[in-house]
């Protein structure tokens, strides 16, 4: 069973930093691409960034040079190094990764809170 694990969410204030870590195990599969996505309260689960194969890295425009996404894939892991966090970014964060066959597995996802 494919178990995405997330860590580092928690409350910071507007200008500071957090960054979040994902681990999945159980996988068969190879992963192509790993990324995260994004609730904010009331609204709906949005992209934030996203690495695929390794080469391939995608940010939503809100987060362009203030986010970091790294990782390996071949390791199964993901990283999101969040920089100049802004009350917008409030969110619930959500692992996500992709294997070679196009299955989508989820994490449980991680809060972040920036408060102003």
């Known amino acids: 069973q494919v178990q995405l694990v997330e860590s580092g969410g928690g409350l910071v204030q507007a200008g500071g930093s957090l960054r979040l870590s994902c681990a999945a195990s159980?996988?068969?599969?190879?992963?192509?691409?790993m990324g995260w996505y994004r609730q904010p309260p009331g609204k709906q689960r949005e992209l934030v960034a996203t690495?695929?194969?390794?080469?391939?890295?995608v940010y939503a425009e809100s987060v362009k040079g203030r986010f970091t996404i790294s990782g390996e894939n071949a390791k199964n892991t993901v990283y999101l190094q969040m920089n100049s966090l802004k009350p917008e970014d409030t969110a619930d964060y959500y692992c996500?990764?992709?294997?070679?066959?196009?299955?989508?597995?989820w994490g449980q996802g991680t809060q972040v809170t920036v408060s102003s």
């Open positions: 996500n990764a992709v294997n070679v066959l196009g299955r989508r597995y």
């Open positions: 159980g996988i068969i599969f190879k992963i192509n691409a």
């Open positions: 690495n695929t194969a390794g080469t391939s890295l």
